[in-house]
């Protein structure tokens, strides 16, 4: 609340309904399903449908050009006007399109720059586009991480691809930290909040999640969002395929609890799809399909 931070850090914070748990029952977010690409492979992910770093798995979102997107984000605009957050969260990774991406935000700081935007990545590619980052004003960003391990890692990434090559193993997932880390200390000097979804996955980092905790309050992480794995084997993931379990619920509370007192968790995450629009759990993406939009005209 607004007695326990900074008054900047609160005006950031007042109506995002993932940052401030008071402001989500208030407050609409929506998401624009433009990023198609991803430049890592987790464990976790089925291709077919969107990123799991931010989204429920095993949901198809409709995917839009940034002209399309930006249509529709000025549509829902004039429709529901609590909608003050646009996020770009799938349903490949952000920044592994990031000329989609970045002209998305591009048109909305112009045509709407009362909106505030967010963004959701894996952070492979982030210390390259912070720059690109700020320019935009993007106060918001979401960076996955899943381990500060290379060891745990590679039980969650058989592969990245770096540099115009794929890497794999203990190599891939070191890579992928060092990136993490590096882009989540570059966003916190230069005053960009940040979130950490963190995927809890019983057995390969469920312990380790205290040490993210840690090292990412180290590093100036606003929140710390700890999400149940999703791995029903219809979705197909390797983990699903492979019997690996979710937690349940008294699991992922104790997880929490033992996190209790290191970065402030989120604990009111619906796990929205990346063509979300409405008030978190409330879903309103159907009345703004495309075509729906251009009926609205
Ligand atoms: Fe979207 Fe994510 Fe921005 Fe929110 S969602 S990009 S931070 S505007 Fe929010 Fe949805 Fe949870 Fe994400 S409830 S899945 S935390
Ligand atoms: Fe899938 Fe997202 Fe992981 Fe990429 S970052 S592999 S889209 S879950």
Redesign the pocket.
């Known amino acids: 609340g607004p007695d326990d931070m900074p008054q900047e850090i609160w005006d950031k914070v007042k109506n995002?309904?993932?940052?401030s748990e008071e402001a989500h029952h208030h407050y609409a977010?929506m998401?624009v399903a433009v990023a198609p690409a991803c430049n890592i492979q987790c464990n976790y992910c089925n291709r077919k449908y969107d990123c799991s770093n931010?989204?429920r798995p095993g949901v198809v979102s409709q995917k839009l050009t940034p002209d399309q997107a930006v249509k529709k984000v000025l549509a829902v605009a004039s429709e529901i006007p609590q909608m003050t957050?646009?996020?770009?969260?799938g349903p490949g990774d952000s920044l592994a399109s990031p000329a989609k991406t970045f002209e998305t935000f591009r048109q909305l700081a112009e045509k709407a720059p009362d909106i505030k935007l967010?963004?959701?990545t894996n952070g492979l590619a982030l210390p390259k586009y912070v720059d690109e980052i700020c320019k935009y004003n993007i106060d918001?960003v979401?960076i996955t991480i899943n381990m500060v391990d290379p060891e745990v890692g590679a039980k969650i990434y058989p592969w990245i691809f770096w540099e115009h090559k794929r890497v794999t193993g203990i190599e891939a997932a070191r890579i992928l930290h060092e990136q993490q880390m590096l882009g989540l200390e570059m966003l916190t000097a230069r005053g960009v909040l940040t979130?950490i979804?963190s995927v809890l996955i019983p057995g390969v980092n469920d312990e380790h999640l205290i040490e993210v905790n840690r090292a990412v309050k180290a590093r100036g992480a606003f929140l710390h969002?700890i999400?149940p794995l999703i791995s029903a084997p219809e979705h197909g993931t390797y983990f699903g395929l492979n019997g690996q379990r979710g937690p349940t619920a008294q699991e992922l509370k104790a997880v929490q609890d033992a996190c209790a007192g290191g970065a402030n968790l989120?604990r009111?995450?619906?796990?929205?799809r990346a063509d979300?629009v409405g008030l978190?759990g409330e879903d309103r993406s159907e009345e703004f399909t495309l075509d729906k939009i251009e009926e609205m005209e």
């Not at 995002?16 to 940052?19: A, N, Q, S």
């Not at 957050?85 to 969260?89: K, N």
């Not at 009111?268 to 929205?272: A, E, F, I, L």
């Open positions: 995002h309904p993932c940052y977010r998401h931010e989204s957050v646009l996020g770009i969260a967010c963004l959701s918001h979401t979130k979804n969002n999400m989120m009111h995450c619906r796990q929205c979300a978190l």
